[in-house]
C-alpha cells in the first residue's frame, strides 16, 4: 500500500452495533455488566464530570467524560490479584491543572505539527501551539481537555460506552466542524477495544489516538524499564531536536530502537545514541510492518516479569509512538498517593506518523466531507 495516501479503514467497529443507552446516574451495581455512572467533580464554569465504571471478562475499567480519559484499568496477575496499571489522578481539578495526558483520548491531532503549521488545498492553516514552537496533540485545548457526551450500552456479552465530542470550525486553528465518536468496548474476553469515527464538513487532518500511561506492575509501583517489550517494526521516524521527524523511515536495526526481539525497556534506553538524547529517552514513531489493515492486526507485546501481566496490541494504524515517561518528573501523585517518576510509565499510541501534513511521503492524514474517518486498536490481557 503506498505511504502518500489516506486510506479510510472499513474494518468492524463497536460503534456501529446496536447498544441499549442507559441514563441517570447510577444506573447498575457495580459488576452487573452494565456501565455505572457516577459524579467525578464539577469543573470551574460548573460543567459535572462523571466517572463510568465497566466490568467484563476480568478487566475493569473507569472513564471519565472529561477527555474520555481512562482514570484506572485494573487486570488480574499471575495469582489472580487485580491493580490499576494506567497512571492518573484522583481529582478532576489534578486533571485539569497539571495532566501530561493520562488516559486521554488525543485530538485533533496525535503528536507533534512542526511549527503549528500546515497548508491543505492551496490555503495555510496555523494551528494553537503549546510545545515550544510546535502543536502537540491537539493544541491547547485539545480533545483531552474538552467534556464529552457519553452513552453507556451493553450488546450481547459486550459492554461498553459511545463517546460523542463536536470539534467547530476554527478550534485550535483546525478547519472544518468534525464529529467525533469514539467507543470503548469491554469484551466478554476482557479485551479493550477503542473504535474512532470521524466525519467533517470541510477538508481537515485527523489523527486520534488514546494516551494511556501503562505500567503493568501498577500504578506508581517504580520504574517500567524492567518490562518487556516487542514491536513488529523494522523501521521508525527519527527526529529533530524538537522531536518533530525529519521525513526519512530509518532502520531500526544496530540501533536502541530495535525492538524486533523481545527485550526490556531498559536494555538500550542509556546508550550515547543522538535520537535518545533528542526525547531523554524514546518518545518516537515506529513505522509498522503490516502498514494500514482493514482489521486489527498484532502490533506489540508488553510484559510485566514479576506479575505476568501481558498486554498485546492489535490495530488498523500504521504507526506506534512509544514514550518511556521521560518527562514525568517526582512532581506528580497518583490515586495511590506515589510520586510519578521518569521511566514509572511507557505510552503505546496507535497513530498515523507525527507531522504527516507537513511530509507528504508519510501516509495521510487528511479527511474530506463525504468521507469517514475509522480506526481500531484492540488491547488484550493475559497473565
Not at 495516501?5 to 463497536?14: N, Q, S
Not at 518528573?329 to 497513530?351: F, K, M, N, S, W
Request: proline content about 5%; some cysteine; aromatic content about 10%.
Amino acid at each position: 500500500m503506498e505511504l502518500n495516501r489516506r486510506t479510510l479503514i472499513a474494518g468492524t467497529a463497536a460503534a456501529g452495533i446496536a447498544a441499549t443507552t442507559l441514563g441517570g446516574t447510577a444506573q447498575a451495581a457495580p459488576g452487573s455488566g452494565r456501565p455505572v455512572k457516577e459524579l467525578f467533580g464539577k469543573l470551574a464554569d460548573g460543567t459535572k464530570i462523571y466517572r463510568w465504571s465497566l466490568e467484563n471478562g476480568g478487566t475493569r475499567l473507569k472513564v471519565l467524560s472529561y477527555g474520555g480519559i481512562v482514570q484506572s484499568l485494573e487486570i488480574p496477575d499471575r495469582h489472580g490479584r487485580y491493580k490499576n496499571v494506567s497512571l492518573g489522578f484522583a481529582t478532576i481539578e489534578d486533571y485539569v491543572a497539571k495532566t501530561p495526558y493520562f488516559g486521554a483520548l488525543i485530538g485533533r491531532y496525535g503528536n507533534r505539527i512542526a511549527k503549528g503549521r500546515f497548508d491543505l488545498d492551496g490555503k495555510s492553516y496555523q494551528l494553537s501551539v503549546n510545545d515550544g514552537v510546535n502543536s502537540l496533540h491537539g493544541g491547547a485545548k485539545g480533545f483531552d481537555k474538552r467534556p464529552w457526551d457519553i452513552e453507556g450500552f451493553t450488546s450481547g456479552s459486550d459492554v461498553g460506552l459511545h463517546l460523542y465530542y463536536t470539534s467547530v470550525d476554527g478550534e485550535m486553528g483546525y478547519p472544518g466542524t468534525l464529529k467525533a465518536k469514539v467507543t470503548y468496548t469491554l469484551t466478554r474476553h476482557g479485551d479493550w477495544r477503542i473504535d474512532y469515527e470521524a466525519t467533517t464538513d470541510k477538508a481537515t487532518v485527523v489523527n486520534l489516538t488514546s494516551h494511556v500511561y501503562w505500567n503493568l506492575a501498577g500504578e506508581g509501583s517504580g520504574s517500567i524499564y524492567d518490562h518487556e517489550l516487542k514491536i513488529a517494526a523494522a523501521r521508525y521516524t527519527p527526529v529533530d531536536s524538537g522531536l518533530i521527524p525529519t521525513g526519512e523511515l530509518a532502520k531500526v536495526a544496530g540501533t536502541p530502537f530495535d525492538f524486533r526481539r523481545t527485550k526490556t525497556v531498559g536494555e538500550d534506553i542509556r546508550e550515547a545514541n543522538q535520537q535518545l538524547l533528542y526525547g531523554k529517552g524514546i518518545d518516537h514513531n515506529w513505522v509498522l510492518d503490516k502498514g494500514i489493515t482493514a482489521k486489527p492486526a498484532h502490533v506489540a507485546t508488553l510484559r510485566d516479569p514479576s506479575s505476568g501481566r501481558t498486554l498485546r496490541i492489535a490495530t488498523t494504524e500504521p504507526g506506534l509512538q512509544f514514550y518511556s515517561g521521560n518527562f514525568l518528573d517526582g512532581t506528580l501523585v497518583g490515586p495511590g498517593g506515589h510520586i510519578y517518576r521518569q521511566g514509572d510509565a511507557l505510552c503505546l499510541e496507535t497513530q498515523h506518523f507525527p507531522n504527516s501534513p507537513n511530509q507528504p511521503a508519510f501516509p495521510s492524514t487528511v479527511l474530506r466531507p463525504g468521507e469517514t474517518y475509522r480506526s481500531s486498536t484492540v488491547h488484550s490481557f493475559d497473565a
